[in-house]
């Protein structure tokens, strides 16, 4: 039940409720054939690049088609993990997803942060930039949150116009 609640993300297998284990490897940087468990300790839940630009992720290098949110890559606060998602923190990823200057410019530094308490299963986004994020069709502004499931969409919005979709 454990690997359910921490394991949300893109695409949720049939069976076993983590992500499959070739993509478990990738994003925890291992080779193919890697342990499944040390894998999923790794790479607890991720961002999957869906759209930017008219691109799809066949277009990006395999290791910019997500954001792995391992928790030896969070900031803890009491029992709270929080990762700070941006162009800052995770610039190789958006300068992939975004190419183009002036769209790259548009995401701030920190555009949001999620924060996990394990053993909740409850993910929350927190909107930290001045350009809208819209969470599940929810247009969220500087200082809302929302509520993430396994599947849940993510757009980074710039004048109306969605740059850059992600999903949890």
């Not at 839940?45 to 930017?52: Q, R, T």
């Not at 029992?79 to 701030?108: N, V």
Request: a neutral charge; hydrophobic letters at 40%.
């Amino acid at each position: 039940a454990a690997a359910v609640a921490i394991s949300a993300g893109g695409r949720t297998p049939k069976a076993t409720g983590t992500p499959p284990p070739n993509l478990l490897a990738t994003i925890a940087g291992q080779s193919a054939g890697a342990d499944e468990a040390t894998a999923t300790a790794a790479a607890c839940f991720y961002l999957e690049f869906v759209l930017a630009q008219g691109r799809g992720p066949e277009a990006l290098q395999p290791e910019h088609r997500i954001v792995s949110m391992a928790p030896s890559m969070a900031t803890t606060e009491g029992c709270k993990l929080t990762w700070s998602i941006g162009r800052t923190p995770q610039k190789d990823h958006f300068e992939a997803w975004l190419p183009d200057q002036s769209s790259f410019s548009c995401i701030s530094r920190k555009a949001l942060e999620i924060t996990w308490t394990p053993g909740s299963g409850e993910f929350v986004l927190s909107a930290c930039a001045v350009n809208p994020l819209s969470v599940d069709s929810r247009v969220l502004n500087k200082g809302a949150c929302a509520t993430l499931r396994a599947g849940s969409d993510i757009f980074f919005m710039y004048e109306q116009k969605a740059l850059l979709h992600l999903r949890f």
